[in-house]
């Protein structure tokens, strides 16, 4: 009996390593179903300040790092599971933490440079140069503070989708995240890579002087969209915004535009929409062009479904169908796009009740899960 029952805790203890699960029908036979794995956890760490310090709640308002440091970053890119930083001026260094809050490696503060992407730091070191000066580099180190490249290149970029941008001398190209040059060093000017492709210029000569065209890249360096551009934006759910004169409009990867490219002002496609201006009014359109929403005096994209709008003084939120999630609430003086879960909203300040202006998080209900944020800043 007691073999039986080890076999059969084997049995069980394998099917869950392998995802695999046996089902005994009444004639004894043994089938096998195939499990879904599970969805990985997705945690979000936003940053607060409270009486001078900094730390991380999660979208619940849970405190992960306790407010006790002196600086915190709030990463634009803001995807689950990012790791985060805090400053300790005291100790003069650097402590870079996983999203469920566990300690991942210090690091001087003079050392280290800006946020951990994609499990990369940058570093910088200064190093004698052929004049025999010193001279400050850059390298990346790994997510337990271990070198991956040595303090080689003359400026770094923090990596996006498994590359970053690096220069050495005029010219800018990329390594992967082992620090292996993968796009040779050529471009005027380089973008990180969003949705596949890279923002990338080259300098052009013409009768009216020297300026920079602006094309595309795939993740191989091949140049698959003409650098025709005077202005191009990295590509974002599928679209690009460009402009060649004065009105803007949105590509997609072959470089063909979506619609007419007949609008003063254009920010990015989000969740199938993209805030537009023409004419003097300002709306969401989809990706054939047609208006989705009504018109709105200010806006950000969409994110989790809501996007920030301003009416009159105030502002809210509303849904892709364009109505209101959030109605616009004389309280809101400012609000930011959804980032995860939470929006940061400014609430004015009340004689009345004898509160001050001051930041807060909301949830997409509109309840205020932080309050009194302080100032905060997002890093680019």
Known sequence: MRLFRTLWMFAIITSL??????????????SQKETKPAAEARNYLYLIK??????????????????????GSRSFSFKPNEPVQVTDN???KIIYFSAEGTKLFECPQERCVGIMQNERVIYTEKIEGADGKLQKRYGYLNAKGEKITEPIFHKAREFSEGLAIVTMGKGSGYINTAGELVIPYQFSSSANFSDGMAVVGYLKKSKDGISIKYGFIDKTGKLVIP???????????GAARVSSEDTYGFINKSGEFLFEPNYT??????????????NGKSFFVDKQGKRATMNVSSSGPFSNGLAPVQAGSSFGYINQQGAYAIKPAAAYSYAEPFRGELAVVELRENAKMKTPAMKAYI??????????????KWQS
């Open 90 to 92: 005291k100790q003069k």
């Open 363 to 376: 949830n997409k209900t509109g309840a205020i899960v932080w309050n009194n944020i302080e100032d905060v």
């Open 227 to 237: 650098a025709r551009y005077n202005y191009a934006d990295s590509f974002t759910d």
């Open 17 to 30: 390593i392998t995802g695999t699960v046996s089902a005994s029908s009444a004639d004894g036979t043994v």
């Open 265 to 278: 002002a254009v920010q990015p496609f989000s969740e199938g929409l993209a805030y537009v201006e023409r």
């Open 50 to 71: 409270k009486d001078g310090k900094y730390g991380y709640i999660n979208q619940t308002g849970k405190i992960v790092i306790e407010p006790v440091y002196d600086g």
